[in-house]
């Protein structure tokens, strides 16, 4: 061969593995689910290799859905028993990424079809995995190019897969975040409307008792009530609190009883009128709605640590 067919030919060949890197790369991208990142990998390698039976087997030290196995061309009693070898190669001690060519192991090389290509890799210190491939179809040995070729896509292949773990883990996390979020949301609506009825009528039942109780003489009842109303602020300061958590929706239920009251005021006033003739009731509602649903002011106060 000429020197210049040489080069040709050392072009070709960089050129063609500069487009299998790409291609693998792309069609990597974006994908989260690991066991169709292993099934396109594969798929593409053997491919680009020219080979007919080849597998990838993962494993999860640390998940309860540990295995993830993808192979083409040898029977499911093969895969089966590639799975379990592939498992007790990934439980030992294993390098960042192996590659073996000549020396299979014979735990592998046993089976049938045989193994020409064996590269075991690690994701993560729990997350390890190992490619096993045949022989090529053309009846061609793997080469030092082929070697380089398939370490540099396995690199991809471990940030593809990295990058599906930690979409995985966000996901959790989110889920977990929001399963909390909607606990708390739930308990702190359930918490104000708990709050809010029996405290309004606590208010009112406070004020109709001191009226009836006028002509009794203050010292028989004035301590006790003061004790309840006491109490009674207690509750309307953690009521307060809550509607500063839940402002945006005590708005809008002291929007929406405010416009229904609109909407029958007229109602009310003629009905009022006609049975007690006191037409200012309806304005006294509108006070009671804005006392008990208008959202409070926030005050800032400051907080000191070494307040007892």
């Known amino acids: 061969m000429s020197a210049s067919e040489a080069t040709q030919s050392e072009l070709d060949l960089r050129l063609f593995q500069l487009k299998t890197l790409y291609d693998v790369s792309r ?55 590639l799975a379990e070898e592939s498992l007790q190669t990934l439980t030992g001690p294993l390098s960042q990424t192996e590659i073996r060519l000549d020396e299979i192991p014979e735990n592998f090389a046993s089976l049938e079809p045989p193994l020409a290509c064996l590269l075991t890799f690690s994701v993560d210190e729990e997350f390890r995995g190992i490619i096993g491939l045949g022989p090529r179809i053309i009846d061609e040995p793997y080469g030092e190019d082929d070697k380089n070729l398939l370490e540099t896509l396995t690199n991809n292949l471990v940030v593809a897969l990295k990058n599906a773990r930690s979409a995985a883990a966000l996901k959790a996390a989110y889920e977990e975040v929001s399963i909390l979020n909607r606990a708390k949301d739930k308990l702190i609506n359930h918490l104000a409307h708990e709050l809010k009825t029996p405290v309004a009528v606590l208010m009112t039942s406070l004020k109709l008792i001191k009226k009836h109780l006028a002509p009794v003489p203050g010292e028989k009842w004035q301590r006790v009530m003061q004790r309840a109303e006491k109490n009674l602020r207690r509750l309307l300061e953690m009521e307060n609190e809550v509607e500063d958590i839940i402002q945006k929706s005590e708005s809008r239920v002291h929007h929406n009883l405010n416009r229904l009251l609109d909407q029958c005021a007229d109602e009310l006033e003629t009905l009022i009128a006609e049975q007690i003739g006191d037409t200012a009731v309806v304005a006294n509602i509108r006070d009671r709605i804005d006392q008990v649903y208008m959202p409070k002011e926030a005050l800032s106060e400051n907080i000191h640590q070494d307040r007892n």
């Open 27 to 81: 069609e990597l991208l974006g994908i989260v689910d690991i066991q169709l990142i292993l099934k396109n990998f594969l798929l593409m390698t053997l491919g680009n290799f020219g080979v007919a039976e080849g597998f990838i087997f993962a494993h999860d030290a640390n998940s309860t859905n540990s295995r993830v196995m993808v192979g083409f061309g040898f029977p499911d009693d093969v895969l089966a028993a």
